[in-house]
């Protein structure tokens, strides 16, 4: 998915973002990260502290646009998946404010998808809501809905369903090493052994993040 600010759309700190998002998406869209070396660990959290500065200032708007807030959440989806403290609960409750204004918000939808789908087994059934809606209101789907619904159903033990998201996923983006591995052992009956990023007990309101 590529969430677009319209609102903000032209600005100077809007292409900062969008290019500092971009850039981190390479390294931690997922859990676990792609980061191999202290250097690269380095180089993503300077990258990151940048983004969420400039998506703070776009985000200080009054009221603040619901793009750039869901554009907060996934850097903060991010930062989750790297260890910043409570980085994940900030991102869902912009996400939970988000929806409750619109419910047919589909880049808030995905966000929160795919964040339900890395922290918890227990969210899985939510984070399948979740990402059914992208499928229903987007008119082009990412492949990555696939692969987050793949899990989706492999933590409720749906292996069939599973498979066939996983496929659906690898037939579109050419092949995803990691992915086939997932595949393959589902498909042999090895099963698969899950991980999680758990989320710390938020202390503050995602406004008082950086206070």
Known sequence: MNPKANDAAGSDTWEALRREREFLARFIAGYPTRIRTPQEARTVQEHWDRAIRLAEELARASPAPAGVRVILADLLRMGHNMDVPEAG???????????????ENAEAHYTMGQ?????????????????????????????????????????????????????????????????????????????????????????????????
Request: hydrophobic fraction near 45%; aromatic fraction near 12%; glycine fraction near 6%.
């Open 115 to 211: 964040l339900l789908v890395s922290v918890n087994p227990a969210f899985a059934p939510a984070a399948e809501k979740h990402l059914l809606a992208v499928v229903r209101l987007s008119p082009a789907v990412s492949p990555n809905v696939y692969q987050a619904l793949g899990f989706a159903c492999l933590y409720q033990k749906r292996v069939p369903e599973a498979i066939s998201y996983f496929e659906r996923y690898l037939g579109q983006v050419g092949g995803d090493p990691a992915v086939k591995t997932v595949v393959d052992h589902l498909r042999s009956g090895a099963g698969y052994k899950i991980g999680f990023k758990p989320a710390a007990p938020p202390k503050r309101k995602w406004w008082q993040f950086w206070k």
């Open 89 to 103: 609960h900030a991102c869902q409750q912009i996400l939970t404010e988000v929806l409750a204004a619109d419910p």
